[in-house]
């Protein structure tokens, strides 16, 4: 199983579980995209929720480093897609982190409009310079947008990980709760934001979006060089 849909009024939960770290692969995406599909058919208001302690731990770093550079970019490319579509997403989406959301975990955090996240022992921060990778456009862009400016440098180049209480400060996350109230207390912030015009809604979110939104889009298929 990697991510499955649920309604519960006019909010649809798309929960990411693959049993293990929920690594974003091409299965996950494509998983995921399919929720959205329902979602954005029904709902009016979407939450993305991890499965117990994972959020989401990144990328599958077989499918980047072992698979192939073309197989790298096309999962590059997927990531770049999905991003973009939660962060220009007509609907309201708000993320339930419910435990570790490591790099490409974080930008999916970045990528929703409000991010609640379990309190407890869990690891929040883009770790790519410490692997020795230079982050892409996608990445960058919703890290100018989402982080605290304060955190940038420690955030993205000094790939500082943070506890959740840090991830408030820095921006990875807005809220805390324990992590049982999680996925509820994300339900209840989507289903008020469902109820705010979606027309005025999805354009103030472009308003202040679509630069960003372009040049993301822009980079995709360039990772090459």
């Not at 199983?1 to 309604?7: G, I, K, N, W, Y």
């Not at 006019?10 to 091409?26: E, F, P, S, T, Y």
């Not at 490409?104 to 692997?131: P, Q, W």
């Amino acid at each position: 199983m990697s991510a499955q849909v649920e309604f519960i009024g006019d909010v649809a939960l798309i929960r990411m579980d693959d049993g293990k770290a929920n690594v974003i692969n091409q299965a996950m995406v494509a998983s995921i995209h399919k929720a959205l599909d329902a979602a954005e058919a029904k709902a009016k208001a979407i939450v993305l929720s991890g499965r117990e302690g994972r959020f989401s731990g990144g990328f599958d770093l077989q499918a980047l480093t072992g698979s192939g550079p073309e197989a790298a970019i096309a999962l590059l490319d997927a990531g770049a897609l999905l991003l973009a579509r939660l962060y220009g997403n007509p609907l309201p989406v708000v993320a339930a982190c419910t435990g570790h959301a490591i790099a490409m975990g974080v930008f999916l955090l970045h990528a929703c409009d409000t991010r609640v996240g379990a309190s407890g022992a869990y690891k929040i921060g883009a770790n790519e310079t410490i692997n020795g990778m230079v982050l892409p456009i996608f990445a960058l862009e919703l890290s100018k947008d989402r982080l605290n400016p304060l955190h940038m440098t420690k955030a993205v180049v000094q790939a500082h990980i943070y506890d959740p209480e840090g991830a408030v400060t820095a921006g990875y996350l807005d809220e805390l709760v324990p992590l049982a109230e999680v996925e509820a207390r994300a339900l209840a912030l989507a289903a008020g934001l469902a109820q705010l015009p979606g027309h005025a809604y999805h354009g103030n979110k472009l308003a202040i979006r679509g630069a960003s939104l372009e040049r993301i889009k822009a980079s995709i298929g360039r990772h090459h060089g």
